[in-house]
């Protein structure tokens, strides 16, 4: 038996996001950052994501212009999720989780593969930025590095590692820091959401509607 149900991949885009604006009309978001929390719960089909979304003042300004400079993830399924010919020109996200170096770093340091290639990022961290959507040891260490001078400051953090151990206390440390950022805050996260606001942002750096 034939199903009923919209098979055009345009019109099945334009009439979620028409819906998911539905969904977030009574909620007080900025306007500058509407388009960010419309894929934020387009990503993930729950609106009340937005309850627990937060960021910066400075957050928009920085992210684009850290996306210019450059792009640093925490795991390949971060950059597996980010839509690349919506990226600035050569750019393209950089993720030093499988370097032959890291396992032996980590060992050395006491700590995660994915904060041991924190350290691999080097100078190119300078003004770039920085998107965890998986590994809480890695926005800590990110921001212990900053905080000692070990590490370049990147211009904004998209901060949305998941899970139950270290994923709440993390974003709430890169909300009590200096660096501009977006986080969703609590337990919940992950690489698709993470993803979700780097595409969002390169199609505001482009001028491109989200919908």
């Not at 890695?138 to 590095?145: I, K, N, P, Q, S």
Request: proline share 7%; glycine share 10%; hydrophobic share 50%.
């Amino acid at each position: 038996m034939p199903y009923d149900y919209i098979k055009s991949p345009a019109d099945i885009y334009r009439k979620s996001f028409a819906l998911v604006g539905e969904a977030l009309a009574g909620h007080e978001i900025p306007r500058p950052l509407l388009p960010i929390a419309k894929r934020l719960v387009h990503t993930c089909g729950d609106p009340s994501l937005v309850e627990v979304l937060d960021w910066s003042p400075d957050f928009l300004d920085a992210g684009l212009k850290g996306l210019a400079t450059g792009l640093f993830v925490d795991v390949e399924m971060v950059s597996a999720g980010i839509t690349a010919r919506f990226l600035p020109t050569g750019v393209k996200p950089v993720c030093q989780l499988n370097h032959p170096d890291v396992a032996g770093l980590a060992q050395a340091l006491g700590t995660t593969r994915s904060a041991a290639a924190v350290n691999l990022w080097g100078a190119a961290l300078d003004g770039a930025l920085v998107v965890i959507g998986n590994a809480p040891t890695a926005l800590f260490h990110l921001l212990e590095g900053v905080e000692a001078g070990n590490l370049a400051r990147p211009a904004a953090m998209v901060a949305m590692p998941v899970g139950f151990v270290g994923a709440a206390e993390s974003k709430e440390a890169v909300a009590a820091s200096d660096i501009p950022y977006i986080a969703v805050h609590g337990t919940r996260g992950g690489s698709a959401l993470a993803a979700s606001v780097v595409n969002a942002l390169a199609l505001m750096a482009r001028n491109e509607s989200q919908e």
